[in-house]
């Protein structure tokens, strides 16, 4: 296989395939033969760790869970990877992985676990969650406690922009999950038990409000709670609806255009918590409670509802999930 160099997306995030090495001008591929951590068909023994596609694909990607933060390569080999509890998590445009812990947002050197950049959550509050580079090198995080709200921190640790949340709730640890910012300043924010996506200006007013109550979703008896939302191309908003157990787009008014849940899936989603939409209109999404071992941590729906590639684990679980490459070509625009 030959080296493959991997240029820079727009958003930041880099491209990493194949069995990843690194170099000093960034992630580029290793040979890697035939590795029997990927199930390329029935006959071949399964391994515990492992994906599986019908259609041949395979996917290098940043999943972080309540144990670790690993990055595997398209075989699902571990290449980097950072013990403890993290919730959201990027690969940088230079190599380096940024991801929440809870109590911190941390940026990690590529290939090592050098600390080069943190911010430690403020004494008022309990928990970090979202955390996203922002393309001016800022960064921005959410803050749940006492004083919710939506923090953009520069490189030096200055505080640039302040949001105060209106999460409809006292449970500190249920307020909010991963917000983004849209492409127009604004913010998207899930608040879980409100029931609620809220689009928040920079000031703090609510502009937009996107209720996962709706009857023909299951009304909030199926707690319908929102976890992480994602701007896609056209505007659209696509929602991973928890305990719910769905994913959802809504159009620009809250309406539904498209849904997939168990029924479509043989019973694949267990706590959809991250998830990312591929370019080719694909939906990759991360079932944080799945026990069985038949059923994957993570997998990949088409369109049409068709499961077309999963991720097999043990011990794992996927709180968040960044496909960085598929097939040794990477993703770019990234939508999650």
């Known amino acids: 296989m030959n080296l493959l160099s991997l240029k820079p997306n727009l958003l930041g995030i880099i491209a990493l395939c194949g069995m990843i090495g690194l170099s000093q001008s960034g992630w580029t591929q290793a040979p890697s033969g035939k590795s029997p951590n ?10 515990p760790i492992r994906q599986e596609s ?35 998590g990027y690969v940088l445009e230079n190599g380096n ?13 590529k290939g090592t676990k050098e600390i080069i950049w943190e911010y430690n959550l403020s004494a008022e509050n309990e928990e970090v969650g979202t955390v996203q580079r922002l393309p001016n090198g800022s960064t921005m995080l959410v803050e749940l406690g006492v004083n919710p709200r939506i923090l953009e921190v520069a490189q030096d640790g200055t505080i ?21 910012k849209r492409a127009n300043g604004n ?37 319908n709670w ?50 990312q939409r591929l370019p080719n209109g694909n939906t990759v999404i991360g079932a944080y409670a799945a026990k ?29 999930i960044h496909i960085i490459t598929t097939n040794g070509k990477r993703v770019d625009p990234v939508m999650r």
Not at 188 to 212: D, N, Q
């Open 97 to 109: 992985i940024l991801i929440s812990t809870g109590k911190a947002a941390r940026e990690y050197r």
């Open 292 to 320: 069985a071992v038949d059923k994957p941590k993570v997998f990949e729906v088409t369109r049409d509802k068709k499961v077309v590639w999963e991720f097999f684990h043990p011990t794992a679980n996927a709180h968040e």
């Open 226 to 275: 929102p976890f992480t939302v994602i701007e896609l191309d056209n505007g659209n908003i696509l929602a991973n609806l928890t305990h719910g157990h769905k994913t959802v787009e809504f159009d620009l008014q809250g309406k539904v255009v498209w849904r997939v849940d168990n029924s479509h899936v043989d019973g694949q989603f267990a706590d959809p918590c991250g998830g």
């Open 38 to 47: 990927f199930a390329r068909n029935k006959t071949e023994a399964k391994a």
């Open 160 to 180: 640039e922009v302040e949001v105060k949340l209106q999460p409809e709730t006292d449970n500190n640890h249920m307020q909010t999950r991963m917000a983004r």
């Open 54 to 88: 019908s259609e041949g694909i395979r996917h290098s990607f940043l999943m972080t869970g309540s144990t670790t933060s690993v990055l595997y390569d398209e075989d699902s080999n571990v290449v980097w990877e950072v013990k403890g509890y993290s919730r959201d």
């Open 187 to 223: 913010y998207l924010v899930p608040h879980l038990l409100a029931f609620k996506i809220k689009e928040y200006t920079p000031t703090g007013e609510v502009v937009r409000v996107i209720p996962t109550d709706l009857p023909e979703l299951g009304g909030r008896e199926v707690n």
